[in-house]
């Protein structure tokens, strides 16, 4: 069972369930202004975030994720299935990600040229990639071959990977 956060105006979707690993908190929508992080139950030390459905984030949306991370610095988090714009976030923003944070999978799109359709593939860290520690630089090894759903052709990387892999090969 998990509780429900609905913003009023429908920017952004909170829903928290719990599991034996911790809470976890699943975004979906838009983070922006209308954005209520106060008003999330947020229990336990440990927070697992699903960010899969987050569609956009805007100037005014950082500001109140920033700050929402900055009130939890006691905490630590696991980020999951991580969405294109927070991707783009993590990239550009230093702070986006607290620095007790965990990036455990996130989403690269891939694009079809033959048909012009496309996919978000899943990268999980361990597999696909593994972060870059003081002592060694991060890895990507996208998996081979990654087959349109819709005509089978193969598919190629549709974002600028020394931009999109940026946060896994910077060292701390
Ligand atoms: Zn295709």
Avoid at 131 to 150: F, I, L, M, N, W
């Amino acid at each position: 069972m998990g509780a429900r956060i609905v913003d009023s105006s429908g920017g952004l979707d909170i829903t928290v369930r719990e599991s034996p690993e911790g809470s976890v908190l699943h975004f979906n929508g838009c983070v922006d202004e209308r954005a209520r992080f106060g008003t999330v139950p947020v229990p336990g030390p440990n927070l697992i975030f699903d960010l899969g459905g987050v569609a956009l984030i805007n100037s005014l949306g950082i500001r109140g994720w920033v700050n929402w991370m900055r009130e939890m610095r006691d905490k630590s988090f696991t980020f999951r299935r991580c969405s294109k714009a927070i991707v783009d976030q993590i990239n550009v923003l230093e702070g986006f990600l607290p620095p007790t944070s965990f990036v455990e999978s996130f989403f690269v799109p891939y694009h079809c040229d033959a048909c012009g359709g496309g996919e978000q593939i899943l990268f999980r860290h361990g597999e696909e990639f593994e972060k870059g520690t003081a002592d060694r630089s991060g890895r990507v090894s996208p998996p081979t071959g990654a087959e349109c759903p819709k005509c089978r052709a193969r598919m190629e990387m549709d974002v600028i990977e020394s931009k999109y892999f940026r946060f896994i090969r910077y060292r701390r």
